[in-house]
Structure formats: structure tokens, C-alpha cells
């Protein structure tokens, strides 16, 4: 099963059960009713198109049958059946909280699941997050045992019958956009309402055991490694924290895309900072960081990927605290205040304050983006370490200044 079909589903998780065509998904959306009914109109199947040298489509078939989030009874039949082993969740960095009375949520659905499980076999079952957080495994198990400490027999089936695993799961595949049904038309002959567009690169690495069945993701590359965190350092602070840098700066310095961000010299060397300052905190060869970043710059300028920095800027407050953070307490523990940091943290700031951000936290985030003390308020609200810190707040507030007085970013700086 899964949880929160989208794209990224789509070009990761189900491309790997591909080539175990024992396995089947039942996927599950969170509320969008259109996809699943255009997936089921075809069977589960879709095109993934892979822009590249060769411009590839593939067809791929690891979806049984697609549901939308609404349909209760079916996720809680599926999800009790002993023939349903393994559950994927992309539910997005924000869905990691846990359950509130009478509120919908990933973790109340998951919660739900799990107690009829329980209650009709209880058979083992195995979880595996594939969100972009750090021990994303460890943050899912914590959630559910808060959630569940007031029923110590739910509770104790969970700990000996749920596994998590960890994972790092890395495919740049944007959302769709117009365009993308006519180009995998034109280049397979195939009709469908529903394609993917993702980038040749994969990357899936698991931690942890498994309580009953799985795919053989490995025979498409998956690995399982003994420890995990090093990798998800790379690849959050590495990738997702020049993504976060580059939609911030990019949006503001009149940008769409990523290519179109990484292109902009200023930005690249705003990038090239960032990864200089987060390569002295990773414990990775410095010739494999080399490499890592070489990649990273050729897979952000690819042709054929129209990866929107609007999207990438979205849930700041749930992205910024894994992707820049931690580097950024290294810096401060070796007495440093790291300007790229400094730099996407205003950059930030003045997107929330120009009422373009889009984040579960909108309001509060707003409130403070205009209040007269908007930048210690603001840090505060992302993380009160940090909005304690008297220098950095000093150094954003110049930063944000700047910005709102020229219009634009990276004029003077850079
Ligand atoms: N797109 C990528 O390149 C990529 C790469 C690595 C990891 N991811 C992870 O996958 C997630 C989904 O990415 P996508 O590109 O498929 O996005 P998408 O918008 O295509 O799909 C997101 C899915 O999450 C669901 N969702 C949204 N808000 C939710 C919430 N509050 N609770 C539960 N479910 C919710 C949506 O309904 C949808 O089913 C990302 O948030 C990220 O953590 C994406
Ligand atoms: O998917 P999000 O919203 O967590 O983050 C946006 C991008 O940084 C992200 O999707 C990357 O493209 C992805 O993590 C690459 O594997």
C-alpha cells in the first residue's frame, strides 16, 4: 500500500516495485480525487518520461488499483488484510506530526489502519517514510508512540509487529505541468492522462529490518545500509538545502526554475558557498562530496526538467529547520555565523513578508512577518535557538533590509 500518490510515488517507490511484478500498490491519495480516477481509468498504468540524451518513456505497472484519501473503508480493509506487507508514505515533511482529536490527518489515517490491523489479525506490517526528513524512520516510530501511550496492549503490538524503516529517497520529479501527456504521446505513442516526468537519476536507501514481505527493490538499485544518517545529511543539507536556497533567491531575483536559478552566477556561487560551508560539518570522503556537488550542478541545469522554485518554496517552516539548520549549529559551535545561511534566511523572510509563502504554519508565519519585531519573531517561529540568537537575528534584519530596499537580491553582496 500507499499513501500519498503523486508524482514522486509515481517515478520512485512505484518504479522499483516495477521489477517485481509479484507485488502490486494499492495507492492512496490524501484528497485528490481526479488522479486516482484517471489511474484507475487506465488500468494503474502510466508513462514516466526521463528527459535525457535518450528523452526515454517508460510504461510502468506496479499500481493495482489507485483510491482517493476519502475512501475510508477500503484503506481500512486493505490496510488490515495480511496480504497487504509493506506501506510507502510520501505524505510530505509536514504530515510527521501527531494525530489532534477530530482532525484528518496522515498519522490519524495510519493510526486508524493500524488499530484495525490489530484488532482483526494482527499481522506484521512494515512502514517505510519516504519524506524529506532526517531519521524520518525514528521521527514516524515517536509519533506513533505518543500517540498510542494510552493503550499499552495497542501500544506494545505496534512495537513488535510494525517495523520502520528509514529511508533517503532522492529522484527530482517536478509537478506536472500542460504539455507533459502531448510530449509522452508524441515519443511512445502512448495515451495517457496521467504521466510523470523525472530525471534519470534514483537513488532509494534503506535502514532497518522488515517485519513480513517486500519487493525486491534492490534488483533496481535500492540499497540497505547498516546506518543511515550520513546519507541523509548529503542529501538534505547537499540538495534539498541548495533547493531551498536557490527558490528563495531565485523567486526573488525573478526566476522560475531551478535550471533557470542555477543558471544565474550569482546564485551558483551563493550554491557553491553553501556547499563549501556544509562540506566541513559532513563526514563523507571530501573526493565523494566533490563528485556529489559535480552531479548536483549538472542534474539542476538538466533540459526537460521544469522543476518550479514556487514549489519547492512551499512549508518553509517545515523544510528550513532539516535542510539548513543543522549546518548552521555547526557553524555557530565553531564560533562562525555562516552567510549563506544568513542569506536564505532572509531571503525567506521577505517571501513570507511579500505574502507569497504557501505553509501549514501561514498565519502564525505572517503575523510575525509583520510585526515590528518581524525577524526575531520570525527565526523565533522556526526555531527558538536560533531566533535567541542575538548576532544572527542582527545580521538577517541588515539582510532583509537590504532587500526590501533594492527590490531585488544579491545586488550588492555578490
Ligand atoms: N518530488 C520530488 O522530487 C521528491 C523527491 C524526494 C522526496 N519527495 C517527497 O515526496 C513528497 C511528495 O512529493 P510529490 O512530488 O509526490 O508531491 P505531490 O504533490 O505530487 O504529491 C504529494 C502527496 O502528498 C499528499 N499530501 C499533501 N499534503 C499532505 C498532508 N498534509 N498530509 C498527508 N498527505 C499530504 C498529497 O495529497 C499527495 O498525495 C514530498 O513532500 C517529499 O517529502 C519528493
Ligand atoms: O519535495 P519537497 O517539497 O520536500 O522538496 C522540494 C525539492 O527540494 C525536492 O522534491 C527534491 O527535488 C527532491 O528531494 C530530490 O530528490
Redesign the pocket.
Not at 518550479?308 to 529547520?321: F, M, N, T, V, Y
Not at 543543522?326 to 565553531?334: I, K, L, S
Given at each position: 500500500m500507499h499513501l500519498g500518490l503523486g508524482s514522486?510515488h509515481r517515478s520512485h517507490q512505484a518504479w522499483y516495485t516495477a521489477a517485481a511484478p509479484d507485488w502490486g500498490i494499492a495507492a492512496y491519495t490524501f484528497r485528490n480525487t481526479e488522479l486516482p480516477r484517471a489511474l484507475n481509468a487506465q488500468e494503474g498504468a502510466y508513462t514516466m518520461r526521463v528527459p535525457g540524451e535518450a528523452d526515454a518513456v517508460e510504461a510502468i505497472g506496479a499500481i493495482s488499483r489507485a483510491h482517493a484519501g476519502g475512501e475510508v473503508e477500503p484503506w481500512l480493509r486493505d490496510l488490515a488484510s495480511p496480504e497487504v506487507e509493506v506501506l510507502t508514505l510520501t505524505v510530505?515533511?509536514a504530515a510527521y506530526a501527531p494525530p489532534e482529536p477530530g482532525r484528518d490527518s496522515a498519522t490519524a489515517r495510519l493510526l486508524a489502519g493500524l488499530r484495525g490491523r490489530y484488532r482483526a489479525n494482527g499481522a506484521p506490517i512494515t512502514v517505510v517514510p519516504c519524506?524529506?526528513l532526517p531519521a524520518n524512520g525514528a521521527v514516524l516510530r515517536s509519533v506513533l508512540r505518543a500517540s498510542v501511550s494510552d493503550d499499552a496492549r495497542f501500544a506494545g503490538w505496534i512495537e513488535d509487529h510494525v517495523s520502520i524503516v528509514s529511508t533517503v529517497?532522492?529522484?527530482?520529479?517536478?509537478a506536472p505541468v500542460s504539455g507533459d501527456a502531448e510530449a509522452a504521446a508524441r515519443l511512445s505513442g502512448l495515451r495517457d492522462a496521467a504521466p510523470v516526468v523525472a530525471e534519470p537519476f534514483t537513488?532509494w536507501l534503506l535502514c532497518g529490518s522488515f517485519a513480513a514481505g517486500r519487493p525486491r527493490w534492490e534488483r533496481r538499485g535500492a540499497r540497505f545500509v547498516d546506518d543511515i544518517d550520513v546519507y541523509a545529511s548529503r542529501?538534505l543539507w547537499f540538495?534539498?538545502g541548495a533547493?531551498?536556497l536557490l527558490?528563495y533567491a531565485g523567486l526573488a531575483r525573478g526566476h522560475r526554475t531551478i535550471r533557470d536559478a542555477v543558471n544565474d552566477g550569482r546564485l551558483a556561487a551563493l550554491v557553491q558557498e553553501w556547499w563549501d560551508t556544509a562540506a566541513r560539518h559532513i563526514a563523507v570522503d571530501p573526493a565523494e562530496i566533490a563528485e556529489y556537488r559535480r552531479n548536483l550542478l549538472i542534474r539542476f541545469a538538466a533540459r526537460g526538467i521544469r522543476?518550479e522554485l514556487a514549489?519547492?518554496a512551499?512549508?518553509g517552516s517545515q523544510?528550513i529547520p532539516a535542510r539548513l539548520l543543522p549546518v548552521f549549529r555547526a557553524e555557530r559551535a565553531a564560533g562562525r555565523l555562516p552567510a549563506p545561511v544568513v542569506f536564505g534566511l532572509a531571503a525567506w523572510l521577505r517571501h513570507v513578508q511579500t505574502g507569497q509563502a504557501r505553509d501549514p504554519r501561514d498565519a502564525e508565519l505572517a503575523e510575525a512577518a509583520r510585526s515590528t519585531d518581524a525577524v526575531r519573531r520570525s527565526l523565533l517561529a522556526l526555531d527558538p535557538e536560533i531566533g535567541a540568537d542575538d548576532e544572527l537575528v542582527s545580521a538577517v534584519g541588515a539582510e532583509v533590509r537590504s532587500m526590501a530596499g533594492r527590490g531585488s537580491v544579491l545586488t550588492t553582496r555578490r
Amino acid at each position: 500500500m500507499h499513501l500519498g500518490l503523486g508524482s514522486f510515488h509515481r517515478s520512485h517507490q512505484a518504479w522499483y516495485t516495477a521489477a517485481a511484478p509479484d507485488w502490486g500498490i494499492a495507492a492512496y491519495t490524501f484528497r485528490n480525487t481526479e488522479l486516482p480516477r484517471a489511474l484507475n481509468a487506465q488500468e494503474g498504468a502510466y508513462t514516466m518520461r526521463v528527459p535525457g540524451e535518450a528523452d526515454a518513456v517508460e510504461a510502468i505497472g506496479a499500481i493495482s488499483r489507485a483510491h482517493a484519501g476519502g475512501e475510508v473503508e477500503p484503506w481500512l480493509r486493505d490496510l488490515a488484510s495480511p496480504e497487504v506487507e509493506v506501506l510507502t508514505l510520501t505524505v510530505t515533511e509536514a504530515a510527521y506530526a501527531p494525530p489532534e482529536p477530530g482532525r484528518d490527518s496522515a498519522t490519524a489515517r495510519l493510526l486508524a489502519g493500524l488499530r484495525g490491523r490489530y484488532r482483526a489479525n494482527g499481522a506484521p506490517i512494515t512502514v517505510v517514510p519516504c519524506d524529506n526528513l532526517p531519521a524520518n524512520g525514528a521521527v514516524l516510530r515517536s509519533v506513533l508512540r505518543a500517540s498510542v501511550s494510552d493503550d499499552a496492549r495497542f501500544a506494545g503490538w505496534i512495537e513488535d509487529h510494525v517495523s520502520i524503516v528509514s529511508t533517503v529517497v532522492d529522484r527530482i520529479t517536478p509537478a506536472p505541468v500542460s504539455g507533459d501527456a502531448e510530449a509522452a504521446a508524441r515519443l511512445s505513442g502512448l495515451r495517457d492522462a496521467a504521466p510523470v516526468v523525472a530525471e534519470p537519476f534514483t537513488e532509494w536507501l534503506l535502514c532497518g529490518s522488515f517485519a513480513a514481505g517486500r519487493p525486491r527493490w534492490e534488483r533496481r538499485g535500492a540499497r540497505f545500509v547498516d546506518d543511515i544518517d550520513v546519507y541523509a545529511s548529503r542529501k538534505l543539507w547537499f540538495l534539498n538545502g541548495a533547493h531551498t536556497l536557490l527558490a528563495y533567491a531565485g523567486l526573488a531575483r525573478g526566476h522560475r526554475t531551478i535550471r533557470d536559478a542555477v543558471n544565474d552566477g550569482r546564485l551558483a556561487a551563493l550554491v557553491q558557498e553553501w556547499w563549501d560551508t556544509a562540506a566541513r560539518h559532513i563526514a563523507v570522503d571530501p573526493a565523494e562530496i566533490a563528485e556529489y556537488r559535480r552531479n548536483l550542478l549538472i542534474r539542476f541545469a538538466a533540459r526537460g526538467i521544469r522543476h518550479e522554485l514556487a514549489q519547492i518554496a512551499h512549508d518553509g517552516s517545515q523544510k528550513i529547520p532539516a535542510r539548513l539548520l543543522p549546518v548552521f549549529r555547526a557553524e555557530r559551535a565553531a564560533g562562525r555565523l555562516p552567510a549563506p545561511v544568513v542569506f536564505g534566511l532572509a531571503a525567506w523572510l521577505r517571501h513570507v513578508q511579500t505574502g507569497q509563502a504557501r505553509d501549514p504554519r501561514d498565519a502564525e508565519l505572517a503575523e510575525a512577518a509583520r510585526s515590528t519585531d518581524a525577524v526575531r519573531r520570525s527565526l523565533l517561529a522556526l526555531d527558538p535557538e536560533i531566533g535567541a540568537d542575538d548576532e544572527l537575528v542582527s545580521a538577517v534584519g541588515a539582510e532583509v533590509r537590504s532587500m526590501a530596499g533594492r527590490g531585488s537580491v544579491l545586488t550588492t553582496r555578490r
